[in-house]
């Protein structure tokens, strides 16, 4: 059911009962420009999908609101018949409308038609890891999440998702999330130039719960630092090379999934994120933002 070894940068996590490789691949990118609509290059995005496989690569990170539907769509046409060590994490709670906005959606009824979406789009009898976005696309919102959250718990008992994660969570909608049900893991915002989160991967990893940043390049504004360009300079490498190693290196719950629709840049990716960070690299990226405490 699981690859218990890679070669891969990071080597294997265990989400639940499913191994998954610590790198994987964010799907947001295949989708059309603002991540609405079909992408301009259909078989460069089927490309994409296959070749993270063939490197590999056993954890998919997608939404049905990508397009909406498009990513789930092509991921379906891509790789089913799915390899049993292949796992895609998807998450619900909101949709899009016309305008390409990101309403929340966080009704029962409305979660419950998300992951019958989720299970047709993706071709599945049961999803994976489903994640309950919560909060709005300005980031998380403090208020309580017990009847969504309780709500997925009950999709679980009835077979239609193996196991549970939050997105855009505060650390309260975690504690709370984790005092209802166990979760899998945690996907919010964090990379090199942004860590409000680091408190809490620290408290996660001790309890071993993944946690996977979105944005880990930096999202639609890639990164961009002196002393990251110093940092990969050094060590003839690429920038996002070394931002991917550094996530690597901060934590060993943390998963990858950047995004990309460019073969040469997922094998470049994959390629680089192993490079090994030195004491000065670290305390010079640490720099860029540092911890709070
Ligand atoms: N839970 C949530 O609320 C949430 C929100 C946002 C995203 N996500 C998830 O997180 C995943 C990652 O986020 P993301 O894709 O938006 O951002 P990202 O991984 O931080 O960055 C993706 C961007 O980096 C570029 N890129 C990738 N590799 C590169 C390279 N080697 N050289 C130069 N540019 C490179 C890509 O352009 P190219 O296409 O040209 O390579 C793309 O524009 C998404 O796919 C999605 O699954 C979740």
Redesign the pocket.
């Known amino acids: 059911m699981s690859t218990p070894s890679t070669t891969l940068p990071g080597g294997t996590w265990t989400l639940g009962d499913l191994t998954v490789t610590r790198f994987g691949y964010?799907?947001?990118?295949l989708a059309g420009p603002w991540v609405m609509g079909p992408p301009a290059d259909h078989d460069g995005a089927i490309a994409v999908l296959r070749e993270a496989v063939d490197l590999g690569i056993t954890h998919i990170?997608?939404?049905d609101s990508y397009g909406p539907h498009i990513t789930n769509q092509l991921i379906r046409e891509a790789l089913h018949p799915y390899p049993d060590s292949l796992h895609v994490v998807t998450?619900i709670g909101g949709r899009r409308d016309e305008q390409g906005g990101w309403p929340t959606e966080r009704r029962p009824d409305q979660l419950r038609r998300q992951v019958e979406d989720n299970l047709e789009s993706l071709g599945l009898d049961t999803l994976g890891v489903v994640?309950l976005?919560l909060g709005d696309a300005d980031g998380p919102v403090q208020e309580s999440i017990a009847e969504a959250y309780e709500t997925l718990v009950d999709f679980q008992q009835q077979g239609m998702i193996r196991h549970l994660g939050v997105?855009?969570a505060t650390v309260a909608q975690v504690d709370e999330a984790r005092a209802i049900a166990p979760l899998v893991c945690v996907?919010n915002?964090y990379?090199l130039a942004h860590r409000l989160d680091d408190e809490l991967i620290d408290r996660l990893a001790a309890d071993g719960v993944a946690y996977v940043p979105?944005?880990?390049?930096?999202?639609?504004s890639?990164l961009q630092s002196s002393a990251l360009s110093a940092v990969a300079a050094r060590l003839d490498a690429?920038a996002?090379s070394v931002a991917l190693a550094w996530l690597l290196q901060r934590s060993p719950n943390i998963l990858l999934?950047?995004?990309?629709?460019?073969v040469a840049?997922l094998r470049?990716?994959v390629a680089g994120a192993g490079i090994a960070l030195g004491e000065d690299d670290l305390a010079e990226l640490d720099r860029i933002s540092p911890r709070e405490s």
Do not use: C, V, W, Y
């Open positions: 964010g799907a947001m990118q990170d997608t939404s998450k994640n976005r997105s855009n996907q915002m990379n979105f944005f880990p390049l930096g999202g639609f890639p690429t996002m999934i950047p995004g990309t629709s460019s840049h470049e990716n």
